[in-house]
């Protein structure tokens, strides 16, 4: 079955949802979309059957790629030249989390003409979206960022790297096509990275100092669904751990408008100075990021492991348990095993201290415990 609900946008959940994509464009008066995405899912037949489908509806789609692994500025005004070229009326933004935020950010750039990052929301930017923007569809190829559902976009500054948050609640798709059954080939290590991610939004949601109930809820069932679903999703892969960890990362992203931590400051400059994976960062450094957050939050912690379903309701008894469920789905739990070296760790944390993240951690953190918590993590 195929399931609607709205919160807030309205999703369209199920297998098989992605080939309503046609008939709701129509629905809407468009013809000439531009589908952005990335260059490996462009180059999958799913994909590519998904574009020859809408052709056979009388759509004329145009296919924008050149999207980097961490999108930067100069992404987004390629992809603005493309919807221009194509005369485009309208953008679906389908993929992981880098073509959601590339696509969102396109779609704030068509109407909102300022240079792209006087939108800063850090620096006061909403305030000049002013404009609309085109008809915004999203369509997930993976269960991990939960962009789909989201209302902002992360994009580094070409050469600083220095990651900027364009926010505004015009941003949010108008609907989801949420079809887990793009998600049944992917393979082992990416599922696992996408995982990891969307258990990453939902735990440190629900650890942010923001008051906000509703997210909280979100975010246990979140943690719940993935504590069920993520090893066999990964190592016995089939539909119903497929549709578990496709919904708990929409989840996630829902959850996390409550704020997110500590681990996200520490994973973002291992993208941006090294060109980590953003999901793989999080699983890496979220044992050692909520190490950090324990004392003085040990009931928060104790109804994480409730959560989990561990047998053991505690904050070391939950990092343990992580710690196993990166080597369970076959990801490292040290830095080192992918490259960081100490004498990364200065400029590492340099970028984590100013970092937009860790403002909501429960606990205040200081350029000196990044320091301390990467040299953990190594």
């Known amino acids: 079955m195929i399931h609607q609900f709205n919160f807030p946008t309205v999703i369209r959940f199920g297998a098989g949802a992605v080939r309503e994509l046609g008939a709701y464009l129509k629905s809407k008066g468009v013809s000439r979309p531009l589908i952005v995405t ?11 059957e998904i574009v020859k489908a809408l052709q056979g509806e009388g759509l004329q789609p145009a296919v924008f790629s ?15 030249r493309a919807y221009q ?44 979206v002013t404009e609309p923007i085109p008809l915004f569809v999203t369509v997930p190829t993976t269960a991990g960022t939960g962009s789909e559902v989201g209302r902002s976009a992360v994009i580094s500054e070409d050469e600083s790297k220095k990651k900027r ?30 995982g990891m991610d969307a258990l990453t939004h939902n735990i440190e949601a629900y650890l942010a100092k923001n008051y906000h109930p509703m997210a909280d809820g979100i975010a246990l069932q979140g ?21 578990q960890m496709m919904l708990a990362s929409l989840m996630g992203a829902v959850a996390f408008q409550k704020g997110l931590g500590v681990v996200h400051s520490m994973a973002h400059p291992l993208s941006s100075l ?38 053991e309701f505690s904050g070391e008894t939950v990092i343990r348990a992580l710690l196993a469920l990166n080597e369970k789905i076959g990801l490292p739990t040290h830095l080192s095993q992918q490259g960081v070296q100490e004498a990364h760790i200065e ?21 000196e415990d990044f320091r301390r918590l990467y040299t953990a993590a190594l």
């Open 38 to 48: 990335d260059p490996l899912v462009s180059g999958l037949v799913f994909f590519e």
């Open 66 to 80: 050149d999207v980097s692994k961490n999108p930067v500025k100069s992404d987004v005004l390629k992809g603005n």
């Open 85 to 128: 070229e194509h005369e485009s009326d309208a953008i679906v933004g389908m993929g992981g989390g880098a073509a959601m935020d590339v696509a969102r950010a396109i779609a704030l750039s068509i109407h909102n003409r300022r240079e792209l990052f006087e939108y800063d929301d850090l620096i006061g930017g909403d305030q000049y």
């Open 165 to 194: 948050i364009l926010f505004h609640p015009t941003l949010m798709a108008q609907i989801v096509f949420a079809d887990p059954e793009l998600t049944y080939g992917l393979p082992a290590a990416v599922t696992a990275a996408t």
């Open 223 to 243: 943690i719940r669904m993935i504590s069920q679903s993520l090893e066999d999703a990964v190592n016995q892969p089939g539909p119903a751990p497929r549709h």
């Open 274 to 311: 090294l060109d980590m994976h953003h999901g793989l960062a999080n699983a890496i450094c979220l044992p050692y990021g909520l190490q950090f957050n324990i004392a003085g939050f040990e009931d928060r912690f104790a109804t994480i492991a409730h959560a989990m379903e561990l047998q």
């Open 347 to 367: 400029e590492l944390s340099r970028l984590a201290e100013e970092d937009f993240a860790h403002p909501n951690n429960p606990k205040p953190v200081a350029r």
